[in-house]
């Protein structure tokens, strides 16, 4: 097994099968030494395990529900890059991240929604996982995911 996915393990973790597209374009993209993905929804066995707007109180996505959305969109991006290069040990450096979360108006916590990603990412890769980031909220996202997120990576080989 890789380094990297045998952190994951450790950590209580697998790396999924790369979640099927939702429309026209492809789960990631290489371009020299960076792998970029497309935007990751929150799919477990592609279903959506949480749906509908982050915020505080009954009929939201709850931001620890979204936190681990985050998660989620992390180790698809990471089945995204594996697809890709084969290996995720061939990553060098988690570059950016950008997290997009449906939410309600009175809800500004998206940087904490987007640490699920960035705190896991941090957890698996150590320094290298350190990333510059931008959290954002947005009216809605598609098939009503509570959270989306894409990635860029640095890769070697």
């Known amino acids: 097994m890789a380094v990297i996915e045998e952190r994951l393990a450790e950590l209580g973790y697998t790396v999924p099968e790369v979640a099927a597209p939702v429309a026209a374009y492809v789960p990631a993209v290489r371009d020299g030494d960076y792998v970029y993905t ?33 998660r989620l969109c992390a180790l698809n991006g990471l089945a995204a890059v594996r697809g890709l290069v084969g290996s995720l040990d061939k990553i060098t450096q988690v570059v950016k991240v950008t997290a997009f979360v449906a939410s309600d108006p009175s809800f500004t916590a998206q940087p904490a929604v987007a640490n699920g990603a960035s705190v896991f990412l941090g957890r698996v890769f150590g320094d290298s996982g350190i990333h510059v980031r931008s959290a954002v909220g947005v009216a809605v996202l598609p098939l009503d995911a509570p959270v989306e997120i894409e990635f860029a990576f640095k890769v070697s080989g």
């Open 38 to 70: 497309s935007g990751q929804l929150p799919f477990v066995d592609g279903e959506l395990p949480f749906t509908g707007k982050v915020g505080e109180g009954e009929g939201f996505v709850s931001p620890a529900d979204a936190e681990e959305a985050a």
